[in-house]
């Protein structure tokens, strides 16, 4: 999820190296040069990739390789210097507008989210924000690879921009809560779709040694959106003239830009290939398992949001969720085995130990990066008492010193070739941070929640990327994408997961804490009214009571990321000692092509 997390295998030496990291930063299977003539529809682009992974296989293990490249990239009919510098400035831009979308979408809804609730007086369907969109963005995902792979690039991608504008819209008119939780599912569907499209389009591009640096130019957007999220957030909400609707309204204006550069400025050549049948087409897909694995998620994450808050966990209703939700997730686990080289995640890629390691230490970090992102600026706006503007600026801390130590740990990794060492350190630092956190008062003040945030984003930056790195380490040069994609569809479903279950926490915890400080008072009252309006509607003489209840239910809410921390160190026992190094070696022989 994180287009940081693999810049430190870049290897600008190697036209191979560079194709997987773009790959595998998109989460899209990748199709190696050398197999360019393998298209497998009609309407495919031409692209810079393909005559060069022809020239390459062409020139494998022969004098002058070099120049017979440079020749081969001197003829293509996509090369950057045919397209023209403006043209492909142009395109760069509405790539890059599209990355910024999304990263802002991660973010900006953060600050929102508690005026949302006091305008559709549904505290308790904060975690369904969250959680909508990630579901969807997870269980939709690998078919979106497919989908690049068997049709056009750039018809799947302004397919995959206007679903998630489609999805903006309807946020951003939403009359209730319900509905904005659909066009957040909506969006979500078509998040997936743009970010794989926009790291694939880049390799279409660009030559292969262009290529770091425009991944780097795009992570760097990526992280500058994260950082202006929250900020952007609290200034929409507390703007009475635009409201928090503009959180959503301004993906509208940028994406219909980005759609119209793709549409009518990038127009590569069409070119013919080997039909394939709709059946296989749809197997290619593996709707079944798609299918499977999103309602398997859906009635796990029903039963985490009902339990012990709508229903009794001992209520049928939640055991029968839990038990479906297992029996479909179990399903998903027979398809893939079943499926065999067809299966979205093969059985020769999760019974790889690093493969089980980078994802479960890739879901902690992830999961609880999320759900701290959520709850942090509740507790500024309830218990501090500040705007949503100025909560997304008390929460920078832990944004800027992600972003900050995210590039810290990708420049240390490519420098000592190992990269274990510093999931420890991020296992470690998260855990501290978030233990801190969970020590918070009412009058807490600057020097600690400045500190412990740093603390927990400077763990959570560190050692992001590690889990794609070890991948990439640990997989075959083919399985490379695949082990990529996996990572990520395992990070969006653990914080699609876990953000409910942290307002599964939250919620019980607020009941339960309401009934010990403010006995006889109506706690769902607190649940209806909003995180911002507490003050407004709590009698005087309860408010310092209802106050110590809120805080304490909302540190007790963030000991969730004190056990994701837990779970990434499960992870990283898992992983191997491999040097990056020797990987850079690995790729930069298969780009020769065979003796």
């Known amino acids: ?157 302004i397919t995959a921009l206007f679903i998630f504008e489609l999805g903006s819209l309807i946020c951003a008119v939403a009359p209730n809560s319900t509905s904005l939780i659909a066009g957040r599912a909506i969006a979500g569907v078509g998040s997936g779709g743009v ?19 425009l991944v780097g130019m795009i992570g760097g957007m990526y992280g500058f959106a994260s950082i202006a999220g929250p900020l952007m957030g609290g200034a929409f909400t507390d703007n009475t003239k635009l409201t928090w609707r503009w959180c959503f309204y301004i993906n509208l204006p940028l994406g219909l830009i980005t759609g119209l550069i793709m549409t009518f400025v990038y127009r590569p050549r069409m070119r013919k290939g080997r039909k394939i049948s709709l059946i296989d087409q749809l197997k290619q897909m593996d709707l079944p398992g798609t299918a499977v694995i999103l309602l398997g998620v859906i009635f796990l994450v029903l039963a985490l ?112 070739g190992y990269y274990v060492q510093f999931t420890y350190l991020t296992v470690i630092l998260m855990a501290i941070g978030t233990g801190l956190l969970t020590t918070l008062k009412v009058d807490s003040g600057h020097p600690e929640w400045i500190g412990y945030q740093f603390i927990l984003g400077a763990g959570i930056g560190l050692g992001l990327q590690a889990a794609f790195v070890s991948t990439q380490t640990a997989l075959p040069l083919e399985d490379i994408p695949i082990g990529t994609a996996t990572i990520m569809f395992s990070e969006n479903l653990a914080a699609a997961i876990m953000v409910s279950v942290a307002q599964n926490v939250f919620t019980n915890q607020l009941m339960r804490n309401l009934g010990t400080h403010v006995p006889g008072f109506d706690g769902h009252s607190i649940l209806t009214i909003g995180a911002t309006q507490i003050k407004n509607k709590v009698p005087p003489e309860l408010y310092d009571a209802v106050l110590i209840a809120y805080n304490r239910s909302l540190a007790q809410t963030f000991y969730v990321g004190v056990g994701l921390s837990c779970i990434g160190l499960l992870g990283v026992v898992w992983l191997e000692w491999l040097s990056v190094n020797k990987v850079k070696d690995k790729l930069s022989d298969a780009a020769q092509g065979p003796p």
């Open 305 to 416: 949001r009902w339990g012990g808050t709508k229903y009794e966990w001992k209520n049928r209703r939640i055991i029968a969720l839990l038990a479906i939700a297992a029996a479909l997730l179990v399903g998903f686990v027979i398809i893939q085995i079943i499926s065999g080289d067809r299966a979205t995640v093969p059985p020769r890629v999760f019974c790889n130990r690093n493969i089980w390691g980078s994802a479960l230490f890739g879901s902690g970090v992830t999961a609880c990066f999320f759900t701290m992102l959520y709850y942090i600026p509740i507790w500024f706006q309830a218990i501090k008492g500040v705007s949503a503007v100025k909560s997304g600026v008390m929460n920078l801390p832990m944004i800027l010193s992600f972003v900050i130590f995210s590039f810290l740990g990708g420049t240390l990794t490519s420098l000592t």
């Open 1 to 157: 999820m994180n287009p940081l997390a693999t810049k430190s295998t870049l290897n600008p030496g190697s036209t191979t190296s560079s194709g997987s990291v773009i790959n595998s930063v998109s989460g899209c299977p990748e199709t190696p040069p050398v197999q360019a003539p393998q298209r497998r529809t009609e309407d495919r682009d031409a692209s810079v990739t393909e005559k060069i992974g022809a020239g390459e296989a062409t020139a494998a293990g022969k004098p002058g390789q070099n120049n017979q490249e440079e020749e081969n990239e001197e003829i293509n009919d996509y090369d950057p210097r045919n397209l023209g510098i403006y043209k492909l400035s142009l395109i760069l831009i509405g790539l890059n507008l599209s990355v910024f979308l999304i990263g802002l979408d991660n973010t900006i809804i953060s600050t929102a989210i508690p005026k949302i609730t006091d305008n559709f007086h549904a505290l308790g369907d904060v975690g369904w924000y969250a959680s909508s969109y990630l579901l969807t963005t997870c269980a939709f995902q690998l078919m979106w690879g497919e989908l690049y792979t068997l049709y056009s690039i750039k018809w799947t991608y």
């Open 195 to 213: 970010t794989n499209g926009a790291f694939l389009l880049v390799a279409h591009l660009v030559l292969p040694r262009q290529r770091p640096t």
